[in-house]
């Protein structure tokens, strides 16, 4: 199981930092991503970090956006800064990598959380 927290209303040019607890299975040993999807798209991955917290992100949260992990804790990060209007969406915890998540297959065979929504407005 995975549940995220954290979201809510802010500001453009605000920050954020979203949480994701995973259960029931060796967090340790997964890949996490975070994948968000804007009202009325299509999902998009935004980030992952793999077993040794090496992480990799999307040309649209570079330098603005970092993910990391507690292994321990079983629990995966995502802190948000300089947030735009267009970083407006659900944001999803997600047991898999990049590849998997290309497929519709990969998608739908992925652990995902339930979501939790940022909103960024003025």
């Known amino acids: 199981q995975l549940v995220e927290s954290g979201g809510g209303l802010v500001q453009p040019g605000g920050s954020l930092r979203l949480t994701c607890t995973a259960s029931?299975?060796?967090?340790?040993?997964?890949?996490m991503s975070w994948v968000r999807q804007a009202p009325g798209k299509g999902p998009e991955w935004i980030s992952d970090?793999?077993?040794?917290?090496?992480?990799r992100y999307a040309d649209s949260v570079e330098d603005r956006f970092s993910t990391s992990r507690d292994n321990d804790q079983n629990t995966l990060y995502l802190q948000m800064r300089s947030l735009k209007p267009e970083d407006t969406g659900t944001y999803y915890c997600?047991?898999?990598?990049?590849?998997?998540?290309?497929?519709?297959?990969?998608?739908?065979?992925?652990?995902w959380g339930q979501g939790t929504q940022v909103t960024v407005t003025s």
């Open positions: 997600v047991r898999a990598r990049k590849s998997t998540l290309q497929t519709m297959a990969g998608q739908l065979d992925a652990l």
């Open positions: 970090i793999n077993p040794t917290h090496y992480a």
């Open positions: 029931g299975f060796t967090f340790k040993n997964h890949y």
